[in-house]
């Protein structure tokens, strides 16, 4: 039931773009993406609750595509600051309570 | 805000000895979980409440592990005894409303070792 992420690991030039993507094999209520710094706490970037829905965040945004339980995290013109581990989590239809279920999560390296 | 606390934030023991760890949540929120995060197997709930009551433990590894929430603003998981494979990042979070539509803030983790 664990989403899978890919890819696993990403490095990237400063200003160069990345798609990280998430799936699910279950039926999805929503779709929430964490960032997480080494050594530090997973921090709230954005939730995606509607089929087809798209956010954006700065130059960090997010599609849900609630057919194929999918979805992708865009990051563009990267900087040196979205370095870290991005975690999807998945809240299922047939999850009790609608709990989170994380991915493994996707390592971003962002050089200069 | 202070945000989510958790203490102690290190904690060393050798394995048979208990661990409690602790979590005082933000003010006012409804819900609060319990996470384990380790290189193998990424970042797992154990445990999550709502108005002090937990609502699914799923999670917990097995008999030696437990949670409560007493009152609003105070939570502990306490292992009892403890062991090598126990050695992980503990998180604890807490939320406004229910895990499937609402952001939920994480504490700073508690990084247990278990010689």
């Known amino acids: 039931q664990q989403p899978v992420q890919s890819p696993q690991a990403v490095i990237l030039r400063e200003g160069e773009d990345a798609v990280i993507n998430c799936s699910s094999s279950?039926?999805?209520?929503?779709v929430h993406w964490y960032r997480q710094k080494h050594g530090e706490a997973p921090i709230f970037l954005m939730i995606?609750?509607?089929?087809?829905e798209q956010k954006g965040h700065d130059k960090i945004s997010a599609s849900f595509n609630e057919k194929k339980q999918q979805s992708s995290l865009y990051l563009t013109a990267s900087q040196l600051s979205y370095s870290g581990t991005y975690f999807c989590?998945?809240?299922?239809?047939?999850?009790?309570?609608?709990?989170?279920?994380f991915g493994q999560g996707t390592e971003l390296s962002v050089k200069p | 805000d202070a945000g989510v606390i958790q203490s102690p934030r290190h904690e060393v023991t050798e394995m048979g000895q208990e661990v409690t760890l602790r979590c005082k949540p933000i003010?006012?929120?409804?819900?609060l979980f319990w996470y384990r995060q380790t290189m193998m197997r990424g970042l797992e709930l154990l445990i999550y409440?709502?108005?002090?009551?937990?609502?699914?433990d799923s999670g917990m590894p097995e008999d030696r592990f437990s949670a409560k929430m007493p009152n609003a603003s105070f939570s502990t998981l306490k292992i009892q005894p403890s062991e090598p494979r126990d050695s992980a990042v503990y998180f604890c979070?807490?939320?406004?409303?229910?895990?499937?539509?609402?952001?939920?803030?994480f504490g700073p983790g508690t990084r247990l070792t278990v010689l």
């Open positions: 989590g998945t809240a299922g239809i047939y999850n009790q309570g609608g709990k989170l279920i």
């Open positions: 409440f709502n108005n002090n009551v937990p609502i699914d």
């Open positions: 995606l609750l509607k089929g087809g």
């Open positions: 979070a807490s939320s406004l409303g229910g895990p499937a539509y609402n952001e939920q803030f």
């Open positions: 003010s006012g929120h409804d819900y």
């Open positions: 279950k039926a999805l209520y929503s």
